[in-house]
């Protein structure tokens, strides 16, 4: 029996789809800003009204939960690796 290959696993998600992205992340200017500029590059559609900010408790940290036009899972790892590589960015959820 032979061992199945996680890279190509099934997806749960269907595609295309909206699919919500939470960044945690410094609060300080730009930040929202690069979020939504990493977001276009991945989804030319990708509509930054949408967005939605959160701040923490302390105020210095600020949660933004963008909303993409989901069309593969390629697409999904890539923006989370580009999101996640931003030196502002703390979490991607």
Excluded: W
């Excluded at 269907?14 to 276009?40: L, W």
């Excluded at 697409?75 to 030196?87: E, I, M, V």
Aim: aromatic share 8%; proline share 6%; hydrophobic share 35%.
């Amino acid at each position: 029996m032979s061992t199945p290959d996680p890279t190509k696993q099934e997806s749960l998600i269907e595609y295309p789809s909206q699919f919500p992205i939470k960044v945690m992340g410094v609060k300080a200017d730009g930040f929202v800003h690069a979020i939504t500029q990493i977001a276009e590059r991945f989804d030319p559609s990708f509509d930054a009204t949408t967005v939605e900010l959160r701040d923490s408790k302390a105020g210095n940290y600020l949660g933004v939960t963008i909303t993409v036009t989901a069309t593969s899972r390629e697409q999904l790892d890539d923006l989370y690796r580009a999101l996640s590589s931003h030196p502002s960015v703390k979490v991607v959820l």
